[in-house]
């Protein structure tokens, strides 16, 4: 079973020595001293473990943290009924990870929520953005102070929270923090709905009725030789056909830039999702190519 830290201080600790023990025995090929890093908020799924594995691939130690972030839940959503379910977790965790970090509220924000934080910039105010204002800014802050806690030298996210990697990569890039991101592909269900912790909110109608987002993806991917306005055209009857579906927004998206394509644009580019199935929301996203 993996070691579970609950303290800043013991994880440093706890850290620094697996690297120097790491070090003396480690290999040439793969630094066994690396430290590779999977944030979660926990009620870990197959998605998630598929990061984590991802990461013991990638050789050294495996630290995953679990930690429900109040700083990117507005008001109104569900922080509160957010699934903890740290002990499951972490039996989940056996045999993939070597360190939990699952720190309290308070650990983290010892004088409540900090007063410093990072601004996501003008894509974090687009889409997901839109829809949960400061959203992106809690969880920049928060994946800026878990990376400079762990000190990792990798750190693995999912494609399904594709408006996030990007976010993280420019945040990561602008100001040279020392890790390397790696993208693991999003993980579905037999019938194409994406993991996501926030599926065991469905009832049973909606459940069946959430495969339109993942059908309007897989619309989009064979539209993509017509254009942008295909792509979207072809999502949008998918999403259409299924009345219990209520659309946030779909857009083709520029991987670069993050920000809309037009009518005439021709490359690689990603297709975005959401909508809402009672009260629960859920996004999904697919990567096209544009000819």
Do not use: C, W
Request: no cysteine; hydrophobic share 45%.
């Amino acid at each position: 079973m993996p070691e579970v830290v609950t303290t800043i201080a013991e994880l440093r600790r706890t850290i620094a020595s697996a690297r120097e023990i790491a070090g003396r025995e480690g290999s040439s090929d793969a630094p066994a001293s690396r430290v590779v890093f999977v944030p979660t908020l926990g009620a870990l799924h197959d998605g998630h473990l598929r990061l984590v594995r991802q990461a013991r691939d990638l050789g050294g130690i495996v630290v995953v943290s679990i930690f429900v972030n109040p700083l990117q839940f507005g008001p109104g959503e569900d922080f509160d009924r957010y699934p903890r379910t740290r002990d499951a977790d972490v039996a989940s965790l056996d045999g993939i990870a070597d360190v939990v970090f699952a720190p309290s509220v308070e650990e983290m924000y010892p004088t409540g929520p900090t007063e410093t934080r990072v601004t996501a910039g003008p894509v974090a105010a687009l889409y997901e953005g839109a829809v949960r204002p400061g959203h992106f800014d809690g969880m920049l802050t928060v994946v800026a102070k878990l990376l400079n806690i762990v000190g990792p030298d990798v750190a693995v996210f999912g494609q399904k929270d594709a408006q996030q990697v990007h976010l993280v990569g420019r945040m990561v890039s602008d100001l040279n923090l020392p890790v390397t991101i790696a993208v693991v592909d999003t993980v579905r269900e037999s019938d194409g709905l994406a993991l996501s912790s926030r599926n065991r909110y469905l009832d049973a109608g909606q459940r069946v009725a959430a495969v339109a987002l993942s059908s309007a993806l897989e619309a989009a991917v064979a539209a993509a030789g017509g254009g942008a306005d295909a792509v979207l055209a072809a999502a949008q009857a998918r999403i259409d056909a299924e009345p219990a579906v209520k659309l946030d927004y779909l857009v083709v998206v520029d991987p670069d830039t993050f920000l809309a394509v037009d009518a005439g644009y021709h490359g690689p580019a990603v297709v975005l999702v959401a909508a809402r199935l009672g009260t629960t929301r859920l996004i999904d996203n697919e990567r096209i190519s544009i000819p």
